[in-house]
């Protein structure tokens, strides 16, 4: 069992930053990939981010790439999710996922999070 504890959202204006923080207990940190996703009112679930154990390969949706960095320090078991230029389409509900590998499906992760609300007002 892992558990994640996602910390870092609120309320930020058009193009402005936040950095999203997630804190895993329970198995080895370092066993795992860590995804976040993202789900705003009305919408279905979506990618956003992944990183494999090790940190040495990332992925991005298209929507985030160039403006958001998936990142993990393995010593402190939190994976991060620094987000610049976010946009108002930006807010929902983003939740830290871990798996065994870092795929863009969420079916693919076995442990989640609660969620941290982002809102982003334009």
């Known amino acids: 069992q892992v558990q994640l504890v996602e910390s870092g959202g609120g309320l930020v204006q058009a193009g402005g930053s936040l950095r999203l923080s997630c804190a895993a207990s329970g198995r080895p940190f370092s066993s795992y990939a860590m995804g976040w996703f993202r789900q705003a009112p009305g919408k279905e679930r979506e990618f956003v981010a992944a990183i494999d154990w090790s940190g040495g390969s990332t992925y991005y949706a298209d929507s985030v790439k160039g403006r958001f960095t998936i990142s993990r320090d393995n010593a402190k078991n939190t994976a991060y999710l620094p987000m610049n230029s976010l946009k108002p389409e930006g807010t929902a509900v983003y939740y830290c996922?871990?798996?065994?590998?870092?795929?863009?499906?969420?079916?693919?992760?076995?442990?989640w999070g609660q969620g941290t609300q982002v809102t982003v007002s334009s």
């Open positions: 996922a871990a798996g065994t590998v870092p795929l863009r499906l969420g079916s693919a992760y076995a442990y």
